[in-house]
């Protein structure tokens, strides 16, 4: 694959976000798991209410940065330029931290489990199926100044 142009053909963490949260709600449905119903269970949803509002602001954080930056946020196109300013200065992939938070917060929020469960699972698949393919695109599309930023920014966090 040439990576120069692109890290893949297919925009797999949307598709992957979106495909751990149908099968998280097929399973709720099917095999629902307690969810408390006591104080606690308040405060989960307050968690899961925080951590919604947290990924619409991290995501539009990053969604401004694309659009400052004159570059493209589909995760199957060709970088122009790279972003380290603003929210990139924290991570190299706000966007799929963002996609983690809201998958958890939707599901502390609805009270499903099995949502909450889903969001790590998907967070690998995107590492393994989108992440080190966009960073081989990065590294031979901006070389040194890649390597200088990933060296200074971690991953995820």
């Known amino acids: 694959m040439a990576y120069e142009d692109r890290p893949n053909r297919i925009p797999w963490p949307p598709l992957l976000f979106a495909g751990a949260a149908l099968l998280a709600l097929v399973a ?3 095999h ?6 006591t104080f606690a269970g308040s405060l989960l949803r307050v968690l899961g209410a925080a951590f919604i509002a947290a990924a619409i602001a991290v995501d539009l954080m990053a969604f401004t940065a694309f659009r400052r930056h004159r570059t493209t946020i589909l995760p199957h196109r060709g970088a122009e330029h790279l972003i380290t300013t603003g929210i990139f200065r924290w991570s190299r992939n706000p966007i799929y931290i963002g996609n983690v938070l809201l998958l958890t917060g939707v599901g502390l929020a609805a009270g499903i489990w099995t ?3 889903a969001a ?4 690998l ?3 393994q199926l989108a992440v ?7 590294a031979r599309r ?3 100044q890649w390597q200088d930023y990933s060296r200074k920014t971690r991953r995820w966090l």
């Open 132 to 138: 080190l393919r966009e960073e081989k695109h990065l």
């Open 115 to 117: 949502m909450v469960i």
């Open 120 to 123: 790590p699972f998907a967070l």
């Open 32 to 37: 629902p798991i307690p969810f408390p119903t």
């Open 125 to 127: 698949a995107t590492r």
């Open 142 to 144: 901006f070389g040194a």
């Open 28 to 30: 709720h449905w099917n």
